[in-house]
């Protein structure tokens, strides 16, 4: 069966232009409220460079700054950041604790100016397991930017879909819900994202084709971007080249697109 042009698969030809240009292109009030992004690919940019991962992390780090300045001069609600997820503790000792520390670096340097630029920290993930000093570090900065209303910014350390979702269901058993009073709304008040917007758009970075148990039950209806690009060289161009792409889709929510 030959599927009419208008309903064919293929993707439509990215934008092109300068970042100035791009921006222009973007339709402010259908920007996403919430995007998520999995930050992959610093490995591969530091082995192609012939340097240690945790150069890679660092220059990722550069590229955060960039996305969260692009995110917050286009007035986006929030971003969520997949910094360290749970499986990460079985990489290599001298990998995990450089970004332990990379992560607590960053904390501790960006805190002050996120805080100025108005924009709220918060974190996702079970952070009683982290090293001590980095969970002062991260509850300062949460307790800094608490009262701000700019952009809200969740780092995902130490976190897991799947163990989130368990948490959740811990939460609820332990506050005594009777099972016949669960429903969707239950379980979304349990999770870490607790009164946030689900996410709009997931970006990927390095090309897998995978969600990595990121924000599993909030992206049920997110649509998903996935580039080649990795993390380290991720632009603003692409960034936006990303929320046109994003603005071009058609939202179904599970229904059909009325005529
Ligand atoms: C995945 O790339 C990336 C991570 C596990 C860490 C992400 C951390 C940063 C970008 C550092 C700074 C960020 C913050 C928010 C403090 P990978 O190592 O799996 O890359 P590979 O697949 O090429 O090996």
Redesign the pocket.
């Known amino acids: 069966m030959s599927v009419p042009p208008s309903e064919a698969s293929a993707s439509p030809p990215e934008a092109s232009g300068t970042l100035d240009e791009l921006v222009a292109q973007l339709i402010p009030d259908r920007l996403p409220r919430h995007i998520a992004l999995?930050?992959?690919?610093?490995?591969?940019?530091?082995?192609l460079r012939s340097q240690p991962?945790i150069a890679?992390?660092?220059q990722?780090?550069l590229?955060?700054r960039r996305v969260v300045e692009l995110c917050r001069d286009l007035g986006v609600e929030m971003v969520t950041?997949?910094?360290?997820?749970s499986e990460?503790w079985s990489?290599p000792d001298d990998?995990v604790e450089g970004?332990m520390s990379?992560?607590e670096g960053?904390?501790r340097l960006?805190t002050p100016g996120l805080h100025e630029d108005d924009v709220r920290l918060r974190i996702l993930g079970r952070m009683h397991e982290l090293p001590d000093s980095l969970q002062d570090e991260l509850n300062r900065g949460m307790e800094l930017t608490r009262s701000n209303t700019g952009l809200a910014l969740n780092?995902a350390?130490n976190y897991s879909g799947r163990a989130e979702i368990v948490d959740a269901v811990r939460k609820i058993v332990s506050d005594g819900i009777d099972s016949s009073l669960v429903d969707e709304s239950t379980i979304s008040d349990a999770l870490y994202t607790a009164g946030l917007p689900d996410p709009d758009l997931l970006i990927r970075t390095?090309g897998?084709m995978r969600v990595s148990n990121f924000l599993l039950w909030q992206i049920a209806y997110a649509e998903l971007y996935v580039t080649e690009t990795?993390?380290?060289d991720f632009s603003k161009e692409e960034m936006c080249r990303a929320l046109l792409s994003y603005q071009k889709r058609v939202r179904r929510f599970g229904g059909v697109v009325s005529p």
């Open positions: 999995i930050m992959d690919g610093n490995g591969r940019w530091a082995r991962r890679g992390h660092h990722g780090h590229t955060v950041l997949y910094a360290f997820s990460n990489r990998e970004l990379l992560i960053v904390a960006e780092l350390v390095a897998e990795l993390w380290p």
